[in-house]
């Protein structure tokens, strides 16, 4: 059964992240906010859907990995 939350976008809001369980399993929506915003302010870092992607799914896997004892 679909999990689907729905959310007002406001005027200042400065992202929208989109994913799926596999994401969504490992971090709340603040922590992928938080690495979006990091994102956005790096001097080298241009926002664009792929190094954002790969940004927050490292970061879940690295939460997995740590939450099973495991090394990613």
């Known amino acids: 059964m679909?999990?689907?939350?729905v959310f007002?976008?406001?005027e200042n809001d400065a992202f929208l992240v989109l994913a799926?369980?596999?994401l969504w399993d490992e971090m709340n929506r603040k922590e992928a906010a938080k690495v979006a915003?990091?994102?956005s302010k790096s001097e080298e870092y241009s926002l664009d859907k792929n190094s954002l992607n790969k940004q927050l799914m490292g970061d879940a896997l690295e939460h997995a990995a740590k939450s099973h004892g495991i090394s990613r």
């Not at 679909?2 to 939350?5: E, G």
């Open 2 to 5: 679909p999990d689907v939350q």
């Open 8 to 10: 007002d976008i406001a």
């Open 20 to 22: 799926s369980d596999g």
């Open 37 to 39: 915003s990091k994102l």
